[in-house]
């Protein structure tokens, strides 16, 4: 049987920032894959850094929004290995509930930020559809 090396794996976080009164917050990509789709606000977990401590960092980053990192819950884990083009990729989701009216601003690698209501959202990069509707489902 033929040696195989194995797959570089990388890590990321997402987070998914709802309201009570329905809306999620996305970040338009400005950068490939997915240039100009709309997307979870999220991004790598740099090396020694927990997961959930790189999803607050990315969510601050990307749309100004800081909420401590105690008030993260996990969703879930995506690790299918299709779910990102440039190879294999497992993220780490989280949610986070936030006031009505929370202004954001986009940042970092987001070209804009902004909430959208969850009964008409955009269409969605990567599998981030799915780990929205875990959160919802969740927080049901």
Request: glycine share 8%; hydrophobic share 40%.
């Amino acid at each position: 049987m033929p040696e195989t090396k194995p797959e570089s794996v990388q890590y990321t976080a997402d987070v998914v920032a709802l309201t009570r009164s329905g809306h999620v917050l996305l970040i338009e990509r400005g950068w490939p894959p997915f240039k100009g789709a709309w997307a979870l606000p999220g991004g790598y977990v740099e090396s020694g850094e927990a997961p959930f401590v790189a999803a607050a960092r990315e969510l601050a980053e990307e749309t100004g929004l800081d909420v401590p990192v105690g008030t993260l819950d996990q969703i879930g884990v995506w690790d299918q290995p299709d779910r990102d083009p440039r190879g294999a990729f497992v993220t780490f989701a989280y949610m986070a509930i936030v006031p009505d009216g929370t202004t954001v601003t986009a940042g970092d690698d987001a070209r804009d930020a902004r909430w959208w209501p969850l009964t008409d959202l955009p269409e969605l990069a990567f599998d981030h559809a799915d780990i929205i509707c875990a959160a919802t489902a969740s927080n049901s």
